[in-house]
């Protein structure tokens, strides 16, 4: 599935959110905008545990982290 970046709307606005292949490496560009908010990860357990080592820079930036 290529990369796609949907935009959930809510009350206060709205968030980006990126699903698809490279999803990762676009992820960390998002470095600053992150700082004071929280992460959702959707993820299965198998791909986690191979890839979440990657995630490490996204997760200290992020004010709340969250997997899902």
Known sequence: MPLQTLTLRHPSGSTP?????????????????????????VSTPRVLGLHGHRLEALRNA???????
């Open 17 to 41: 959110v990126l699903v698809g292949e490279d999803a990762l490496a676009s992820a960390h560009g998002l470095l600053e905008w992150v700082a004071r908010r929280t992460v959702f990860l």
């Open 62 to 68: 992020a004010a709340r982290w969250t997997v899902l």
